[in-house]
């Protein structure tokens, strides 16, 4: 008998997720966004991971990631290929480098079928947190299949986020575009952090910009106007904050 998984973007969404959408429930704790993200295998990944969050957050032991982050992830590894697995993400770059991650572990371990994207309404497109519980169904209602080109597709932009291929992770999102017109903008903004000679990356400069412009060295309204006019990048506190000390550091 077949079994049904959802594997979601948070554990906010855990505890949102209304009691009628049955199943077994995957919290992908990570922030692949940001750091060290190489290692071939699963293994190797996760032990890098563990140094760098322990390393950029001291309230974590090695431990606790492999407890709490690693296990979770594993547990895609037991995940059937006629079991039903839904993808909970949403469309900014935080969240698409961890759903490119979880594709790409999910078929190299043999599954390839029944795949489900599910995204947020319009209008929310990069945040689940603000939808109601009956939108929430409605978005498990209207859940896009991933059939098996777009899966062998969209599974490869996680090795090539790896390796820093984004010429290649572009002409995929191009390809997808009609499908799947989120992977774009997604790519695009991760090119657009790099920095080049004195352009110091999208993300920095923005911040740069709206501290010149609110006169202000302070993190809370920094954030907060951050958030709002770079939404596609979907950074928490950390990231930003991480933006904020490089830039003061360089004054």
Not at 49 to 64: L, M
Not at 100 to 117: A, P, R, S, V
Request: proline share 3%; net charge negative; glycine share 4%.
């Amino acid at each position: 008998m077949h079994k049904t998984y959802h594997i979601l973007n948070g554990d906010c969404l855990k505890e949102m997720l209304p009691k009628n959408i049955k199943g077994e429930l995957i919290v992908a704790r990570e922030c692949l966004v940001d750091g060290d993200v190489s290692g071939e295998t699963l293994d190797e990944l996760l032990q890098v991971r563990a140094k760098f969050i322990c390393s950029q957050y001291p309230v974590f032991s090695e431990e606790d990631y492999h407890q709490g982050t690693s296990a979770e992830l594993k547990k895609m590894l037991e995940i059937n290929d006629e079991d039903e697995v839904n993808l909970w993400f949403e469309d900014d770059l935080f969240c698409q480098v961890n759903f490119w991650f979880c594709l790409n572990l999910l078929f190299e371990n043999g599954k390839k079928q029944n795949i489900f994207l599910l995204r947020p309404n319009k209008g929310k497109e990069y945040n689940f947190g603000r939808m109601k519980q009956e939108e929430l169904s409605v978005a498990h209602e209207n859940k896009v299949s991933i059939n098996s080109r777009a899966l062998v597709q969209m599974s490869k932009l996680w090795r090539m986020y790896q390796h820093k291929d984004w010429t290649a992770m572009l002409e995929i999102a191009d390809q997808l575009k009609e499908e799947f017109p989120f992977l774009l903008p997604a790519v695009n903004a991760q090119i657009d952090r790099l920095s080049k000679e004195k352009y110091e990356g999208r993300p920095k400069e923005s911040l740069r910009k709206i501290m010149s412009e609110l006169k202000t060295t302070e993190f809370a309204p920094l954030f907060k106007e951050f958030c709002k006019r770079e939404e596609i990048y979907g950074f928490g506190d950390f990231q930003v904050r991480c933006l904020l000390n490089e830039i003061l550091k360089s004054k």
